[in-house]
DNA sequence: ACTCCAATGTTATATCATAACATCTCTTGC
DNA sequence: GCAAGAGATGTTATGATATAACATTGGAGT
């Protein structure tokens, strides 16, 4: 992984919007976020964007289109494969590993000989807060 | 899941030019495909899309912004979670289930009192092939 | 001060997806 | 046959996400 270098003004601001947030953020919900702070274009939140997601404070969640940041960065320095589970109702997220995952994962691609580079593992659904909250008839979505 | 209508005319041609294909496709490029058979508009492959998308006939990947044929409608109809691999060099993908990933995915759902609504897993990576075509060097990417 | 390099600023454009509304084409009941 | 309704389709415009290309700035090292 990179060789940790420190953050930049513009890092150090969309990493702190993202830290603040309690639901995962859109480039352009983060730009929004930071007009006072100088940002005036896209570019400057995608490329803060572009190295935090290199070093693994954030990650970009596809299912969504969105930014969250990292909620562990001291474990998944390495390779592990991370999952996100997302509350559609809250825009809570969280982020685990299973090794039995992994391991299970490892077997298929070594029986297919395909080599892992990347992965993405989003779940959605709904929190056991916003559940309690909305009753059994669920969510007003 | 759906009550498996017949398909209209759009659906099948869409669903015609992901099946030719050997590697997910974009809206784009099906509108693209599809424009001597008088497709004009994004919408028509959009609509087409929704449609498959329900039934299950056609899955998006997320991490391509991509659609691709479902490599076996019979398996699941029902919530089954699946995974696809993608070569990153063909494009080509692996579409695949595993009951103790689910199990284990279950368990960790259960002690959140999280409940699953829709997954998304993806795999990027090489495959045998293309890592054989093009040697211990690795891909030309 | 000069040079270099990385970060930043700025404008324009590419790509992905949907809103809104008009029109067509069946089916069904009469 | 024909009117009414429903679903599918066509069309234009717009919104949302992401990147290309190039100019400028601001230190670090000499
Ligand atoms: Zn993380
Ligand atoms: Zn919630
Ligand atoms: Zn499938
Ligand atoms: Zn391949």
Redesign the interface.
């Known amino acids: 992984m990179s060789p940790k270098r420190a953050l930049t003004r513009n890092q150090a601001l969309v990493l702190q919007t993202l830290t603040a947030s309690e639901e995962p953020l859109s480039a352009y919900a983060i730009l929004d976020r930071l007009r006072d702070d100088g940002f005036r274009a896209p570019l400057q939140v995608y490329r803060a964007l572009d190295a935090l997601l290199q070093t693994g404070l954030v990650h970009r969640l596809?299912?969504l289109k969105a930014f969250v940041a990292c909620a562990h960065p001291h474990e998944h320095a390495d390779e592990a494969m991370v999952?996100f589970?997302i509350?559609?109702s809250c825009g809570r997220v969280?982020e685990?590993s299973?090794s039995?995952?992994e391991d299970?994962?490892a077997a298929?691609?070594a029986a297919?000989?395909?080599?892992?580079?990347?992965?993405?593992?989003?779940?959605?659904?709904?929190?056991?807060a916003c559940?309690k909250a909305q009753g059994p008839a669920g969510p007003g979505v």
């Open positions: 596809d299912s999952a589970a509350c559609e969280w685990f299973d039995k995952i299970r994962f298929w691609a297919e000989d395909f080599v892992t580079k990347t992965t993405t593992f989003e779940i959605s659904g709904l929190c056991a559940r």
